[in-house]
């Protein structure tokens, strides 16, 4: 029976659990495991609390880490649903409206010449800048979309 105070060793036996000991002290504790029940049963305790606890904080940890993504993964999806429907909507309306004015501008021989080549022209102009920075919006997007992954 080797020579031990139980409270004593206490320290001892979460310092082995969490690989802090020195050979000799390892040696010393292991023989006290193998020889005294108490301590041996105060190190399955303490054994079985630590798992607990570190099994809880991790399913904690996952579980948070697991909404945050989901969450980021939604609202990036709905983000996009509702930036194509508002752009699809936006370019129907626009597309449509200059069409009918550019018609209805041709049909009226009253209109001035000016307005008859302005118009249109500044239809198209609008048009192809807004599919411009469309375009460098997407790009932009997908670019923060890889930096977000890397991160
Ligand atoms: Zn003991």
């Known amino acids: ?5 139980c409270r004593e060793t206490e320290p001892l036996l979460s ?5 802090e000991l020195t050979q000799g002290d ?10 005294c029940s108490i301590c041996a049963k105060n190190f399955e305790e303490m054994k079985q609390l630590c798992q607990q606890v570190g099994g809880m904080e991790y399913k904690k940890m996952t579980a948070s880490e697991k909404d945050r993504l989901s969450e980021e993964v939604t609202g990036a999806a709905s983000a996009s649903v509702g930036q194509i429907l508002l752009l699809g909507g936006v370019l129907l309306l626009y597309g449509t409206g200059a069409v009918y004015l550019v018609m209805a501008l041709i049909r009226d021989s009253e209109a001035p010449l000016f307005v008859r080549l302005g118009l249109p022209a500044v239809l198209l102009g609008v048009g192809i800048l807004f599919v411009t920075v469309l375009t460098q919006r997407i790009k932009a997007s997908k670019t923060d979309r890889y930096k977000n992954v890397r991160l």
């Open 1 to 5: 029976m080797i020579k031990h105070q």
């Open 15 to 19: 310092g082995y659990l969490d690989g």
């Open 26 to 35: 390892r040696q010393r504790i292991e023989l006290i495991l193998d020889e």
